[in-house]
């Protein structure tokens, strides 16, 4: 919902940007900045290419199920449970249905026979430019995971849609991105 009385974007008058830090997954730009009320700051961004979340949903004996995955995630040295994700670093002009696809089969051996999108987020839009697609997959077939090197202790999990919910109320699932996409895919009543 977008407020006709909001006022327009504030003016940033950028008087310096340098690239800080950068690797093929992530860059650092430090900037100097004149902000709206005139005195000079420091911003940080962190430049990062889009994303993909993918919530696959089947069906089982008691209803719908949902697969996660659980990965080890090195910033916070604890392992997640989390929806397929990922970007493909290598191919960004690729367009995001096919990253989602690739993604999910990469790291669940998942085919989806559907891919629904459920529209876009920004992942820490407060210091990065990082925009993430959420997808919908049903319709599902197994095959063998393809993972990557650096997620050979990955591992699968398929639970019925209750499971996953009793998991979020008790803390369980603690990846903002899985969060969010399961809140936009149930707001527009896709699970």
């Given at each position: 919902m977008t407020d006709e009385s909001e006022p327009p974007l504030p003016r940033y008058e950028v008087v310096s940007s340098r690239m800080a830090y950068s690797n093929p997954w992530t860059a650092l730009r430090e900037d100097i900045i004149?902000?709206?009320?005139?005195?000079q700051g420091l911003y940080g961004v962190v430049e990062r290419g889009p994303f993909v979340v993918v919530m696959p949903v089947g069906i089982g004996r008691e209803g719908p199920t949902v697969t996660l995955i659980?990965?080890?995630r090195y910033p916070v040295n604890e392992r997640l449970w989390e929806f397929p994700m990922g970007m493909w670093e290598s191919r960004p002009d690729a367009a995001p249905e096919q990253v989602a696809a690739g993604e999910l089969r990469e790291?669940?051996?998942?085919?989806a026979g559907t891919l629904i999108y459920g529209g876009a987020m920004f992942q820490g839009a407060g210091y990065s430019t990082q925009k993430g697609h959420i997808y919908l997959a049903t319709d599902l077939t197994?095959?063998?995971p393809a993972r990557e090197a650096t997620e050979d202790d990955m591992s699968c999990l398929t639970v019925p849609l209750k499971t996953f919910e009793a998991m979020i109320a008790r803390n369980e699932i603690v990846c903002m991105v899985t969060l969010a996409a399961f809140a936009l895919l149930r707001a527009r009543a896709l699970v």
């Open positions: 004149i902000r709206p009320d005139g005195k659980r990965q080890y790291e669940t051996g998942l085919i197994q095959g063998e």
